[in-house]
């Protein structure tokens, strides 16, 4: 299938195990369908996983396969070969790791270099296994408030954010995979988990936008892709950023200049409730101005969305342009053929050097 031809969905929706039931392939097939993102319960070993990319693929050579693979605690694939990615707030203490101004720079030369090895082994691996895109890096600053920020976030100061997540995107980008800066505009104020909640950040737009936001703006064209927080910022919009006109398309689109794609976070969270339905919340997030839905660990929801969501399709064809560019463009090494790549070794040498894996 060419890319003139592809024709992905707003939908992006999981698959129940480690090979594809009926009802996973139906939902695939579905043209409303237009990614397929991977847990942990997707993954027994990389022989397993590369069949089953391989059997989405054959189902639907437009769908993006996903998955959140950011390092630390947030890893999907952690044994059979897979390297254990440090959580990203490892690499802000190694830019930060000495107060003499003497040594300064190359600690953030090292950072930086550190960053950039792990974006490639991380890309790299996945590719590896049939799989396309990873929901990556985490722009949240680390306020010390957030739990389920925390050690995800390379630091509490915008500045060192920019430049680590700048530098993973550039191995991301040497590894043939795009890259999602998330959760728009900081999820690291909000203390709330919107897993299980509703995150609250009372803070002012001009606050976020000279704070938090900061990241986004710098990263600039380097950036392929957003996720925006399901959190609450009442001085800004009484709707979560997710579902938000005001943060998606005045602040994002136009304000900063964004051009790449817009994902929902999950929309089973407990942050999206606000919306009512899922139906209801998939609407809201696409007016609002996203490109795609997240409909994660419930295939009743899943199949709610497929059955009942209406989509205007000459609204569809700029998202449509804009997920494509998420595919990879190059062929990816085999795993065995990789384990001898002078750049991969390099790259996990650097990151044992650094005792970061």
């Known amino acids: 299938m060419s890319k003139s031809t592809m024709n992905p969905g707003p939908i992006t929706l999981d698959v129940v195990g480690q090979t594809l039931n009926a009802q996973d392939r139906r939902r695939i097939l579905h043209p409303l369908t237009g990614g397929v993102i991977l847990f942990g319960r997707n993954f027994a070993n990389r022989q397993q996983l590369t ?6 693929k054959k189902l639907r050579p437009d769908v993006l396969i996903s998955i959140d693979h950011e390092g630390g605690r947030v890893q999907r694939c952690r044994t059979d070969g897979f390297t254990h990615l440090p959580a990203m707030r490892k690499l802000g203490e190694l830019w930060g790791m000495t107060t003499n101004s003497s040594h300064a720079a190359e600690s953030a030369a090292l950072a930086m270099a550190a960053a950039t090895a792990c974006g490639y082994v991380l890309a790299a691996e996945l590719r ?25 976030s390379f630091s509490r100061d915008p500045q060192i954010v920019f430049v680590l997540a700048k530098s993973l995107n550039e191995g991301l980008r040497l590894g043939g995979m795009a890259n999602c800066g998330k959760h728009f505009p900081g999820h690291g104020w909000a203390e709330a988990d919107s897993h299980v909640a509703i995150p609250v950040d009372e ?24 996720m925006p927080a399901h959190v609450i910022y009442p001085k800004v919009d009484t709707s979560p950023a997710g579902f938000s006109k005001i943060w998606l398309h005045s602040v994002l689109r136009q304000e900063l200049g964004f051009e790449g794609v817009i994902f929902s976070d999950d929309l089973s969270m407990e942050g ?86």
Request: charged share 30%.
């Open 272 to 357: 999206a409730s606000v919306a009512g339905s899922v139906v209801k919340g998939a609407q809201m997030a696409l007016e609002a101005g996203c490109d795609a839905v997240l409909i994660c660990n419930r295939p009743d929801l899943a199949d709610e969305l497929l059955s009942q969501l209406k989509v205007t399709q000459a609204k569809r064809e700029d998202s449509k342009k804009r997920l494509n560019r998420l595919l990879p463009t190059t062929a990816a090494l085999p795993w065995e053929v990789l384990q001898d790549e002078v750049e991969y070794r390099h790259a996990k040498g650097l990151l044992k050097q650094l005792k970061l894996i």
């Open 203 to 226: 803070r002012s737009l001009d606050e976020i936008l000279h704070d938090d936001a900061k990241p986004y703006e710098w990263l600039d064209l380097s950036l392929a892709a957003v």
């Open 128 to 152: 590896a296994c049939g799989v396309d895109f990873s929901f990556t890096p985490v722009l949240d600053l680390d306020f010390g408030r957030s739990g389920v920020i925390g050690d995800r």
């Open 51 to 56: 069949k089953l990319t391989a059997d989405i």
